[in-house]
């Protein structure tokens, strides 16, 4: 995975006078969204040391490096954080995964047919879902087929990060 980067959160307004940031966090631990040393933007352009500050409601309050007042901190707003996925730690647990990690794998079937590749790993509440793009299914992002799958020991039974692949059992037929 070198060269990929993680987003670890976003920047979603101004705390305060004093510009303090507000973070939606994207990492189990919220405060480790400043745990992985300085975070970039979308672009990589703009980089930033975070301090957490504190916790509120769904956020993490972060002293972001350079931003002294409300309009600075406000002008980020939307701003995406980024590091380096060699920044992140290995997972400790087996069978866990990065979702950086899982985005872009080809997915096969247990007979080895091509379904596609991990567009996204998504979670509405009631547990991750893989996208999976070419797959027969509805029309998403850039008009291309995708087909939402339950990331479920059930339904994908392999993930083989080294060879690139996830194999699965769509539920329909398990």
């Not at 303090?20 to 400043?34: G, Q």
């Not at 920044?87 to 997915?107: K, M, N, Q, S, W």
């Not at 991990?118 to 998403?140: L, Q, W």
């Not at 850039?142 to 059930?154: I, K, N, V, W």
Request: charged share 25%.
């Amino acid at each position: 995975m070198s060269g990929s980067r993680v987003c670890l959160g976003v920047m979603v307004g101004a705390h305060g006078v004093r510009g303090l940031v507000k973070v939606k966090p994207f990492t189990e631990v919220p405060e480790d969204v400043a745990a992985y040393g300085p975070v970039s933007d979308k672009a990589g352009r703009r980089s930033w040391t975070l301090e957490v500050a504190g916790r509120g409601k769904g956020v993490v309050l972060v002293r972001v490096q350079g931003v002294k007042d409300r309009d600075a901190a406000q002008a980020l707003h939307g701003t995406e954080l980024y590091v380096a996925r060699e920044a992140l730690p290995a997972p400790e647990e087996a069978e866990t995964f990065y979702h950086a990690d899982l985005i872009g794998l080809r997915v096969e079937d247990e007979a080895g047919r091509d379904l596609g590749r991990v567009a996204a790993v998504e979670n509405y509440g009631a547990g991750d879902f893989i996208e999976v793009e070419g797959a027969a299914g509805r029309a998403g992002r850039g008009g291309a087929r995708t087909r939402l799958l339950p990331f479920t020991r059930q339904v994908v039974p392999l993930v083989d990060l080294a060879g690139g692949r996830l194999v699965v059992v769509p539920p329909e037929e398990v």
